[in-house]
């Protein structure tokens, strides 16, 4: 896990337990809404901006209802996902767009 998501991990983890913050993780990493954006992003080479990332998240049926908290960690745990799996190995976004991406997720999550 990135060092930026690691803490808001464990900061969500401390508020809203492991449990919850487990159920969320399972549903984003097994979604194949997950599968379809991360094979998009790496199909065009793209550095997805806020508003894919939750786009992705609430076209899963679980989170088009929830809380704004749950979204942007779920979003969270989304984005930490295409870093692991699509920057990491293509190298599309710096250092400091990552960052700008993940503070962009936490301010204006839905």
């Known amino acids: 896990m990135n060092i930026i998501t690691e803490k808001y991990?464990?900061?969500?983890?401390?508020?809203?337990?492991?449990?919850?913050a487990n159920k969320i993780i399972n549903i984003i990493q097994n979604s194949?809404?997950?599968?379809?954006?991360?094979?998009?992003?790496?199909t065009i080479n793209s550095i997805p901006n806020v508003t894919d990332?939750?786009?992705?998240?609430?076209?899963?049926?679980k989170f088009m209802f929830a809380s704004r908290t749950k979204v942007?960690?779920?979003?969270?745990?989304?984005?930490?996902?295409?870093?692991?799996?699509?920057?990491d190995k293509k190298h599309l976004a710096t250092n400091i767009e990552i960052d700008i991406v993940f503070n962009q997720i936490l301010n204006h999550s839905t």
């Not at 194949?32 to 790496?42: A, L, P, R, S």
């Not at 942007?72 to 920057?87: C, G, R």
């Open 72 to 87: 942007k960690f779920a979003s969270i745990i989304l984005f930490n996902i295409w870093i692991n799996e699509i920057n």
């Open 53 to 61: 990332y939750n786009t992705s998240v609430l076209c899963n049926l």
């Open 9 to 20: 991990v464990n900061d969500y983890v401390n508020e809203y337990g492991t449990n919850n």
């Open 32 to 42: 194949k809404h997950t599968t379809n954006f991360i094979n998009q992003c790496q």
